[in-house]
């Protein structure tokens, strides 16, 4: 029987998951390219509040800290 013990020095992950890959027949979602979705309506109304909002809190914080004496 052979030994098919890999040491430390032989393992290579980015192979092995190769291999797994191919032995499952899996699909490599790497490689599929992924678009991103477009955001529209009310999603985009509340992502424009939420940078208005986090600025408004910086300038707060900034008026804040050059108050202190």
């Not at 030994?3 to 032989?10: I, V």
């Not at 191919?22 to 678009?35: A, F, R, T």
């Not at 991103?36 to 914080?61: D, S």
Request: overall charge negative; proline content about 1%; glycine content about 4%.
């Amino acid at each position: 029987m052979k030994n098919n013990k890999k040491t430390s020095k032989d393992i290579d992950l980015d192979e092995d998951w190769e291999d797994f890959i191919k032995e499952e027949g899996l699909i490599d979602y790497n490689k599929i390219p992924v678009q991103k979705a477009e955001i529209k309506g009310w999603v985009q109304i509340a992502f424009w509040f939420l940078r208005i909002y986090i600025l408004v809190m910086i300038i707060m914080v900034i008026i804040g800290f050059s108050r202190i004496h």
